[in-house]
């Protein structure tokens, strides 16, 4: 049995899974966004209707923990711009975030899915225009600081 190559196997497919969660998890922050914002939009729509507004369970519950990350992230939102800040000139991969937050002991722990409140975060940066997307070989997507941010 070649062993290196049974080990390289296991470094390419585990790069290929960690790209597919992270694309998963993006995913599933979009969703989540779309059910706040519909969820929104009925709870204005409910008086107008006439009807009272009825949301399940798993709804509630949902909207709820959102709420919540939400809060918390003013302070990711801050840690994750300093990161960038703090190396301009490299781009960062949403896991290579998550690693630098670990290593500053940011308790990750606050955030029900933290790599989906990173990605978001990082999306609304690039959106503030405080960091750029930068294109890899790889198709992953990497950010990195803007050098032009606007000031704060």
Same mark, same amino acid.
């Given at each position: 049995?070649?062993?290196k190559?049974?080990?390289?196997?296991a470094?390419?497919?585990?790069?290929?899974?960690?790209?597919e969660?992270?694309?998963?998890?993006?995913?599933?922050?979009?969703?989540?966004?779309?059910?706040?914002?519909?969820?929104?939009?009925?709870?204005a729509l409910g008086?107008l209707a006439?009807?009272?507004?009825?949301?399940?369970e798993?709804?509630?519950? &949902?909207?709820?923990?959102?709420?919540q990350?939400?809060?918390? *992230?003013?302070?990711?939102?801050?840690?994750?711009?300093?990161?960038?800040?703090?190396?301009?000139q490299?781009? &960062?991969?949403?896991?290579?975030?998550?690693s *630098?937050?670990?290593?500053?002991?940011?308790?990750?722990?606050?955030?029900?899915?933290?790599?989906?409140?990173?990605?978001?975060?990082?999306?609304r940066?690039?959106?503030?225009?405080?960091?750029?997307?930068?294109?890899?070989?790889?198709?992953?997507?990497?950010?990195?600081?803007?050098?032009?941010?606007?000031?704060?």
């Open positions: 049995m070649d062993y190559a049974t080990l390289k196997a470094y390419v497919r585990l790069d290929a899974l960690q790209a969660y992270a694309t998963a998890e993006q995913k599933v922050a979009q969703v989540g966004q779309e059910i706040a914002r519909l969820a929104d939009v009925m709870t008086p006439g009807e009272k507004l009825v949301l399940n798993v709804i509630t519950e &949902f909207l709820k923990t959102l709420k990350s939400e809060a918390l *992230e003013v302070g990711i939102t801050e840690r994750i711009r300093q990161i960038l800040e703090s190396k301009p490299q781009g &960062f991969y949403p896991m290579m975030v998550r *630098e937050l670990e290593a500053g002991k940011y308790d990750l722990g606050k955030h029900p899915n933290a790599m989906a409140t990173i990605h978001s975060v990082l999306k940066l690039v959106e503030q225009q405080y960091a750029r997307l930068l294109g890899a070989a790889d198709g992953k997507t990497a950010y990195a600081w803007n050098p032009n941010a606007p000031k704060r």
